[in-house]
């Protein structure tokens, strides 16, 4: 196969893959139909571009759609109750934790550090100090908050600190 040839293959593959992102991104559940994007709330809430009352908690995003209404997901139908799992939808649970493992690794950290990100682990911390204001005391949700599912509760479930510090 010539050289010319090969570069005939490759325009005309590419072509065709171009071709079926724009067609994926245009269709109607594509990422170019969406029409708003909202902040979820812990009690379910509809909004007129969407099927569905849609609510977040600590678990994932939840809809619940009414008699009638559907939606695609993952190329499956979906009536009544859902629950968005990211990680065990897609199947790339093992893969993000391992990504998680290596972030908070000596090796990871360096990286965190190279990048003016405040390392959590104290030996790379103490290699990279001078880049960084130091920090009297550094808290932790749990310490100052209770946790992260006391926190959301207080400070951003409907009418909590966010809610009040914005007037809603």
Same mark, same amino acid.
């Given at each position: 196969?010539?050289?010319?040839?090969?570069?005939?293959?490759?325009?005309?593959?590419?072509?065709?893959?171009?071709?079926?992102?724009?067609?994926?991104?245009?269709?109607?559940?594509?990422?170019?139909?969406?029409?708003?994007?909202?902040?979820?709330?812990?009690?379910?809430?509809? !909004?007129?571009?969407?099927?569905?009352?849609?609510?977040?908690?600590?678990?994932?995003?939840?809809?619940?759609?009414?008699?009638?209404?559907?939606?695609?997901?993952?190329?499956?139908?979906?009536?009544?109750?859902?629950?968005?799992?990211?990680?065990?939808?897609?199947?790339?649970?093992?893969?993000?934790?391992?990504?998680?493992?290596?972030?908070?690794?000596?090796?990871?950290?360096?990286?965190?550090?190279?990048? !003016?990100?405040?390392?959590?682990?104290?030996?790379?911390?103490?290699?990279?100090?001078?880049?960084?204001?130091?920090?009297?005391?550094?808290?932790?949700?749990?310490?100052? !908050?209770?946790?992260?599912?006391?926190?959301?509760?207080?400070?951003?479930?409907?009418?909590?600190? !966010?809610?009040?510090?914005?007037?809603?």
């Amino acid at each position: 196969m010539s050289d010319e040839q090969s570069e005939t293959d490759f325009v005309a593959e590419w072509d065709q893959w171009h071709r079926a992102r724009e067609d994926r991104l245009a269709s109607p559940h594509g990422f170019l139909a969406i029409t708003g994007l909202h902040w979820l709330r812990g009690d379910p809430e509809r !909004f007129r571009d969407a099927p569905g009352a849609w609510s977040s908690t600590i678990d994932g995003v939840d809809v619940e759609l009414a008699d009638g209404e559907e939606l695609i997901v993952n190329d499956g139908l979906v009536t009544g109750h859902h629950r968005f799992h990211n990680v065990d939808e897609h199947g790339t649970r093992k893969v993000a934790e391992e990504y998680l493992k290596y972030l908070y690794s000596p090796q990871g950290q360096e990286i965190v550090a190279r990048h !003016f990100y405040r390392p959590r682990d104290p030996h790379v911390a103490a290699e990279h100090a001078a880049q960084f204001a130091s920090i009297a005391r550094l808290v932790t949700i749990d310490a100052v !908050f209770g946790g992260w599912a006391k926190a959301q509760a207080t400070h951003f479930a409907d009418h909590g600190t !966010f809610d009040k510090i914005y007037g809603q």
